[in-house]
């Protein structure tokens, strides 16, 4: 999670200028796209997702070792999941802004 949180950090645009700046106006060979960190999200989203639905299963079925390895899996599932639909969110406000400005 805190990880997600980084990777969007890395996204400021003074930061862009820098990178460009050093490298001659394009990216460098170890950059990483807008596109690919968004994918790579959404990748570790639906992980969490996946050991979420484990351990809740777990809990049902009495299979549970450790209760509050258990309740950690679940909330770090649910704090995922808020966070990627936030940014949904804010892309379609994002996307509905531009669609509204008149050229």
């Known amino acids: 999670m805190a990880d997600l949180l980084n990777k969007v950090g890395e996204v400021f645009p003074q930061e862009l200028n820098e990178r460009s700046s050093r490298s001659g106006g394009g990216l460098r060979p170890d950059d990483t796209r807008f596109a690919d960190m968004l994918r790579n999200s959404f990748e570790q989203t639906n992980e969490l997702q996946l ?23 679940i909330g770090k599932a649910e704090n995922s999941m ?22």
């Open 82 to 103: 808020k966070l990627m639909l936030e940014i949904r969110n804010k892309a379609i406000s994002a996307y509905k802004e531009i669609i509204r400005t008149q050229m």
């Open 51 to 73: 050991d979420g639905e484990r351990a809740a299963t777990d809990v049902a079925t009495g299979q549970v070792k450790d209760l509050h390895q258990a309740a950690i899996a």
